[in-house]
């Protein structure tokens, strides 16, 4: 039977230092190739005070005019979602609000009855006309405000 010949532990060894000697100075070389980098600092003190100016710095982008920023309040009146629970507000109350945002959104973008929907889920006849009459008025009275650029001024 042939004997088997193995690589001996001397190559072995050999080729496993080789490969960590490679990792090794990889790492080195890119930790001494970086300006933030302490090594590089060590490696080249004359250089620290031109890294240093040339190290980008975040700078807030101040171009925009103030004025032209929105006015945002703290807190705002909004009606509770009635996606759970049954809307408590009357019919005509409701009609009058959800009218008053919508004509506050299309005067503001210009855009007349882009998103005006009366539709309601009132079940009496009485209610969904009450609705529908105040959707229109609100609408109306929001159409102008939102033309006019006014704040969200809801029950007011």
């Not at 609000?97 to 309601?120: I, K």
Request: glycine share 8%; proline share 6%.
């Amino acid at each position: 039977m042939a004997k088997k010949e193995h690589p001996s532990h001397i190559w072995t060894g050999v080729i496993v230092g080789a490969c960590l000697l490679t990792v090794v100075s990889i790492f080195f070389l890119k930790r001494a190739s970086d300006l933030r980098s302490p090594v590089y600092t060590q490696l080249h003190p004359e250089d620290t005070a031109a890294v240093k100016e040339r190290m980008p710095v975040a700078r807030p982008d101040t171009t925009i005019d103030a004025t032209y920023l929105p006015i945002l309040r703290d807190t705002v009146n909004v009606a509770l979602s009635d996606s759970i629970t049954r809307d408590t507000r009357g019919a005509y109350e409701a009609g009058s609000e959800d009218g008053y945002l919508a004509g506050m959104d299309d005067g503001a973008t210009q855009h007349p009855r882009a998103s005006y929907d009366p539709s309601n889920a009132f079940t009496k006849p009485k209610d969904k006309a009450a609705y529908v009459r105040g959707y229109s008025e609100g609408y109306q009275k929001g159409l102008e405000d939102g033309a006019k650029g006014k704040q969200f001024n809801i029950g007011n």
